[in-house]
Protein backbone atom coordinates (compact mmCIF):
# COMPACT_ATOMS: atom_id res chain seq x y z
CA UNK A 1 0.00 0.00 0.00
CA UNK A 2 1.74 3.30 -1.09
CA UNK A 3 -0.38 5.14 0.81
CA UNK A 4 -2.45 7.25 -2.05
CA UNK A 5 -5.60 6.69 -2.40
CA UNK A 6 -8.09 7.07 -5.00
CA UNK A 7 -12.13 6.97 -5.67
CA UNK A 8 -13.83 5.58 -7.11
CA UNK A 9 -12.17 2.30 -8.35
CA UNK A 10 -14.46 1.97 -10.73
CA UNK A 11 -16.60 4.61 -12.93
CA UNK A 12 -19.04 3.65 -15.83
CA UNK A 13 -20.74 6.51 -17.77
CA UNK A 14 -22.18 7.29 -21.10
CA UNK A 15 -20.68 9.76 -23.88
CA UNK A 16 -21.21 13.31 -23.63
CA UNK A 17 -21.01 13.34 -19.87
CA UNK A 18 -18.49 14.58 -17.02
CA UNK A 19 -16.83 12.51 -14.11
CA UNK A 20 -15.04 13.41 -11.46
CA UNK A 21 -12.01 11.16 -10.26
CA UNK A 22 -10.72 11.98 -6.55
CA UNK A 23 -7.09 11.77 -5.14
CA UNK A 24 -5.43 11.93 -1.73
CA UNK A 25 -2.17 12.03 -1.44
CA UNK A 26 0.17 10.43 0.98
CA UNK A 27 0.99 12.66 4.53
CA UNK A 28 3.59 15.09 4.10
CA UNK A 29 3.37 14.78 0.09
CA UNK A 30 2.56 18.20 -1.50
CA UNK A 31 2.93 17.14 -5.35
CA UNK A 32 0.13 15.72 -6.84
CA UNK A 33 0.50 13.89 -10.51
CA UNK A 34 -1.86 12.31 -12.51
CA UNK A 35 -1.29 9.83 -15.53
CA UNK A 36 -3.45 8.08 -18.12
CA UNK A 37 -2.76 4.32 -18.36
CA UNK A 38 -4.90 3.54 -22.25
CA UNK A 39 -3.66 0.39 -24.56
CA UNK A 40 -2.87 2.50 -27.40
CA UNK A 41 -1.21 5.22 -25.64
CA UNK A 42 0.29 3.60 -22.69
CA UNK A 43 1.22 5.23 -19.59
CA UNK A 44 1.22 9.01 -19.68
CA UNK A 45 1.50 11.89 -17.79
CA UNK A 46 -0.99 14.37 -17.49
CA UNK A 47 -0.39 17.05 -15.19
CA UNK A 48 1.25 17.77 -11.78
CA UNK A 49 0.00 20.09 -8.99
CA UNK A 50 1.94 21.22 -6.16
CA UNK A 51 1.21 22.66 -3.02
CA UNK A 52 -1.90 24.35 -4.86
CA UNK A 53 -0.62 25.29 -7.82
CA UNK A 54 -0.22 23.81 -11.03
CA UNK A 55 3.32 22.93 -11.57
CA UNK A 56 3.66 21.14 -15.13
CA UNK A 57 1.49 19.59 -18.00
CA UNK A 58 1.75 17.06 -20.22
CA UNK A 59 -0.59 15.47 -22.85
CA UNK A 60 -3.70 16.45 -21.04
CA UNK A 61 -7.12 17.32 -23.59
CA UNK A 62 -8.71 20.82 -22.89
CA UNK A 63 -11.68 18.56 -21.95
CA UNK A 64 -9.80 17.78 -18.99
CA UNK A 65 -9.05 19.82 -15.68
CA UNK A 66 -7.40 19.13 -12.19
CA UNK A 67 -6.99 21.03 -9.34
CA UNK A 68 -5.43 20.56 -5.57
CA UNK A 69 -6.85 22.00 -2.75
CA UNK A 70 -5.75 23.18 0.62
CA UNK A 71 -6.17 20.02 2.24
CA UNK A 72 -3.99 19.15 -0.68
CA UNK A 73 -6.20 16.51 -1.89
CA UNK A 74 -6.91 16.52 -6.07
CA UNK A 75 -9.40 16.34 -8.37
CA UNK A 76 -9.23 15.59 -12.26
CA UNK A 77 -12.13 16.24 -14.34
CA UNK A 78 -13.41 14.75 -17.23
CA UNK A 79 -15.51 16.11 -19.71
CA UNK A 80 -17.75 15.64 -23.20
CA UNK A 81 -16.40 12.03 -22.40
CA UNK A 82 -15.52 9.98 -25.99
CA UNK A 83 -14.79 6.64 -26.07
CA UNK A 84 -11.10 6.71 -26.45
CA UNK A 85 -11.34 8.58 -22.67
CA UNK A 86 -12.03 5.00 -21.30
CA UNK A 87 -8.65 4.45 -19.69
CA UNK A 88 -7.43 3.60 -16.20
CA UNK A 89 -5.98 6.59 -14.42
CA UNK A 90 -3.37 7.05 -11.81
CA UNK A 91 -2.56 9.19 -8.98
CA UNK A 92 0.76 9.59 -7.58
CA UNK A 93 2.20 11.96 -4.68
CA UNK A 94 5.59 12.86 -4.05
CA UNK A 95 6.98 14.93 -1.22
CA UNK A 96 7.87 18.40 -3.02
CA UNK A 97 7.70 19.63 -6.53
CA UNK A 98 10.88 18.75 -7.79
CA UNK A 99 14.43 17.45 -7.64
CA UNK A 100 16.40 14.17 -8.30
CA UNK A 101 15.10 12.52 -5.11
CA UNK A 102 11.62 13.08 -5.42
CA UNK A 103 10.40 9.56 -5.66
CA UNK A 104 6.28 9.74 -7.27
CA UNK A 105 4.59 6.97 -5.33
CA UNK A 106 1.26 5.26 -7.20
CA UNK A 107 -2.36 5.03 -6.39
CA UNK A 108 -4.58 2.14 -7.17
CA UNK A 109 -5.92 3.59 -10.43
CA UNK A 110 -9.24 4.81 -11.11
CA UNK A 111 -10.54 2.19 -14.08
CA UNK A 112 -12.72 4.65 -16.67
CA UNK A 113 -15.57 3.03 -18.82
CA UNK A 114 -17.08 5.09 -21.42
CA UNK A 115 -20.13 3.62 -23.16
CA UNK B 1 12.41 15.06 -25.80
CA UNK B 2 12.98 12.06 -23.48
CA UNK B 3 11.95 8.62 -24.56
CA UNK B 4 12.08 4.95 -23.26
CA UNK B 5 11.92 2.04 -24.97
CA UNK B 6 11.27 -1.52 -23.95
CA UNK B 7 12.23 -3.87 -26.76
CA UNK B 8 10.05 -7.06 -25.21
CA UNK B 9 6.26 -6.73 -24.72
CA UNK B 10 6.11 -10.23 -23.45
CA UNK B 11 8.72 -12.68 -21.64
CA UNK B 12 8.20 -15.75 -20.17
CA UNK B 13 10.51 -17.67 -17.47
CA UNK B 14 10.32 -20.65 -15.99
CA UNK B 15 10.56 -20.20 -11.91
CA UNK B 16 13.44 -20.36 -10.45
CA UNK B 17 15.07 -19.06 -13.49
CA UNK B 18 17.15 -15.47 -14.44
CA UNK B 19 15.50 -13.09 -15.48
CA UNK B 20 16.49 -9.80 -17.28
CA UNK B 21 14.23 -6.79 -18.71
CA UNK B 22 15.78 -4.61 -21.24
CA UNK B 23 15.35 -0.97 -21.01
CA UNK B 24 16.56 1.66 -23.44
CA UNK B 25 15.87 5.77 -22.50
CA UNK B 26 16.91 8.88 -25.31
CA UNK B 27 17.08 11.46 -22.98
CA UNK B 28 20.00 14.66 -23.20
CA UNK B 29 21.15 15.18 -19.41
CA UNK B 30 21.92 12.68 -16.83
CA UNK B 31 18.71 10.40 -16.33
CA UNK B 32 17.00 9.80 -13.28
CA UNK B 33 15.80 6.04 -14.08
CA UNK B 34 13.16 3.99 -12.26
CA UNK B 35 11.58 0.44 -12.45
CA UNK B 36 7.63 0.14 -11.38
CA UNK B 37 6.02 -2.92 -11.73
CA UNK B 38 2.01 -3.23 -11.97
CA UNK B 39 0.50 -6.52 -10.96
CA UNK B 40 -2.85 -7.26 -12.16
CA UNK B 41 -5.64 -5.11 -11.01
CA UNK B 42 -3.17 -2.88 -9.04
CA UNK B 43 -1.12 0.14 -8.91
CA UNK B 44 2.01 0.73 -9.95
CA UNK B 45 4.85 0.05 -6.79
CA UNK B 46 8.51 1.33 -7.22
CA UNK B 47 10.95 -1.26 -7.74
CA UNK B 48 13.79 0.38 -7.77
CA UNK B 49 15.33 3.87 -8.59
CA UNK B 50 19.08 5.66 -9.98
CA UNK B 51 19.35 8.77 -9.48
CA UNK B 52 24.02 8.90 -8.89
CA UNK B 53 26.72 7.02 -7.66
CA UNK B 54 26.76 3.29 -7.86
CA UNK B 55 25.34 2.28 -11.08
CA UNK B 56 24.11 -1.53 -9.76
CA UNK B 57 21.40 -0.39 -7.81
CA UNK B 58 19.21 -2.85 -5.46
CA UNK B 59 15.22 -2.63 -5.17
CA UNK B 60 12.82 -4.52 -3.17
CA UNK B 61 11.86 -8.37 -4.01
CA UNK B 62 15.46 -9.51 -5.04
CA UNK B 63 15.49 -7.15 -7.79
CA UNK B 64 18.61 -5.42 -8.98
CA UNK B 65 19.62 -3.30 -12.07
CA UNK B 66 22.14 -1.68 -13.80
CA UNK B 67 22.56 1.59 -15.65
CA UNK B 68 25.23 1.57 -18.38
CA UNK B 69 25.76 5.23 -20.01
CA UNK B 70 27.79 4.06 -22.53
CA UNK B 71 24.90 1.60 -23.97
CA UNK B 72 21.75 4.37 -23.01
CA UNK B 73 20.60 1.41 -21.02
CA UNK B 74 19.10 0.38 -17.57
CA UNK B 75 18.54 -3.11 -17.34
CA UNK B 76 16.40 -4.79 -14.45
CA UNK B 77 17.49 -8.34 -13.38
CA UNK B 78 16.57 -10.54 -11.03
CA UNK B 79 18.74 -14.24 -10.36
CA UNK B 80 15.26 -16.45 -9.37
CA UNK B 81 12.29 -15.83 -10.75
CA UNK B 82 9.30 -16.63 -8.27
CA UNK B 83 5.84 -17.55 -9.66
CA UNK B 84 4.20 -14.20 -8.18
CA UNK B 85 6.56 -12.24 -9.90
CA UNK B 86 4.61 -12.27 -12.69
CA UNK B 87 3.23 -9.07 -13.40
CA UNK B 88 3.69 -5.84 -15.64
CA UNK B 89 7.02 -4.07 -15.50
CA UNK B 90 7.38 -0.22 -16.50
CA UNK B 91 10.95 1.21 -16.68
CA UNK B 92 10.84 5.52 -16.75
CA UNK B 93 12.96 8.43 -16.77
CA UNK B 94 12.16 11.14 -14.76
CA UNK B 95 12.34 14.43 -15.98
CA UNK B 96 13.41 17.10 -13.32
CA UNK B 97 13.46 20.90 -13.60
CA UNK B 98 12.02 23.94 -12.16
CA UNK B 99 9.01 23.39 -13.98
CA UNK B 100 8.30 20.37 -12.16
CA UNK B 101 8.38 16.94 -12.29
CA UNK B 102 7.20 14.25 -15.14
CA UNK B 103 7.82 10.32 -15.27
CA UNK B 104 8.03 9.26 -19.32
CA UNK B 105 7.23 5.17 -19.29
CA UNK B 106 8.29 2.64 -21.72
CA UNK B 107 5.73 0.57 -23.23
CA UNK B 108 6.19 -2.63 -20.21
CA UNK B 109 6.90 -6.07 -20.60
CA UNK B 110 4.79 -8.47 -19.50
CA UNK B 111 6.29 -11.16 -17.42
CA UNK B 112 4.98 -14.86 -17.42
CA UNK B 113 6.21 -17.27 -15.08
CA UNK B 114 5.78 -20.97 -15.32
CA UNK B 115 5.43 -23.56 -12.88
Known amino acids: DSGVTQTPKHLITATGQRVTLRCSPR?????VYWYQQSLDQGLQFLIQYYNGEERAKGNILERFSAQQFPDLHSELNLSSLELGDSALYFC??????????????FGPGTRLTVL | AQSVTQPDIHITVSEGASLELRCNYS??????LFWYVQSPGQGLQLLLK??????LVQGIKGFEAEFKRSQSSFNLRKPSVHWSDAAEYFC?????????????FGGGTRLMVKP
Open chain 2, 50 to 55: YFSGDT
Open chain 2, 27 to 32: YGATPY
Open chain 1, 92 to 105: ASSVSGGGATDTQY
Open chain 2, 92 to 104: AVGLYNNAGNMLT
Open chain 1, 27 to 31: SGDLS
